[in-house]
């Protein structure tokens, strides 16, 4: 029964992280990484596996959206150089400043975005 | 300064803040709509933004043996399928639509993050102080 429920629960949390990636064109990460850990990863494990399982959805659903129409080499080509200089400056950071502090500002900030976001 | 320098700009704050672990890739489409970007595009150009970054984190991380493919094929699988589906039903979406379903999901994601970051702060406050109380007692047994 127990087993049965965990089962559910795994199928259930999968199909989010590829849905919601694929309709939101991201964010399936923030999703698998609870997944993981339930599933019985520690945090750090959790954080590098979720990379394994998001990097495949986000190839199939690149393509499904380029077939649709939607790309741009010039956007997509600055905005993957930007990413990696940013990616590598936030793993220095990542480093000094983990501070509640700045996750509780970070939250804060997907709130107003996300309400902005639903103004028309 | 043309549309892609800020493009580049809005890539590294979206990527510093993916960097540090928070998400960068959910804040990344936002900002890119701010700066004038379609919503669909957004979504695309985050999609694929993401690829080259995370195949170099892949192996750093394979390198520092953190990643389990046991546990990664599973889920891996299963969300491939509902990721193309989702992938086409964005495509169907008006732009205004997908962004106003995208700020709701934003929200609750926010709202999900504030709490337990709230809850980590509240956590660690309460050990540091115990800790003290600790010390504390031990400095007057020691007097």
Known sequence: ?120 | MTAEHVIILVSVVGGIIGGMGMGGGTLLIPLLTMCAVEQHMAQAINLMAFVPMSVVAILIHKKNGYICFKHAAPIASIALLSAALGSFAAGVAKGYVLRACFGAFLTVLGIIQMILAIRRAVKKYKAKKAEEKERKQKKEIAN
């Open chain 1, 1 to 120: 029964m127990k087993q049965a429920l965990k089962n559910a629960i795994t199928l259930g949390g999968s199909l989010a992280v590829g849905a919601v990636s694929g309709f939101f064109g991201g964010g399936g990460g923030m999703l698998c990484v609870p997944l993981l850990e339930y599933s019985g990863l520690d945090v750090k494990r959790a954080h590098a596996t979720a990379l394994v399982v998001i990097l495949p959805i986000c190839i199939v659903s690149s393509v499904v959206y380029i077939i649709g129409g939607y790309f741009d080499l010039k956007q997509v080509s600055c905005a993957c150089l930007g990413v990696c200089i940013g990616a590598a400056i936030g793993a220095k950071l990542l480093d000094k400043i983990t501070s509640s502090a700045v996750a509780i500002v970070f939250a804060a900030l997907m709130i107003a975005v996300g309400v902005k976001s639903m103004i028309p």
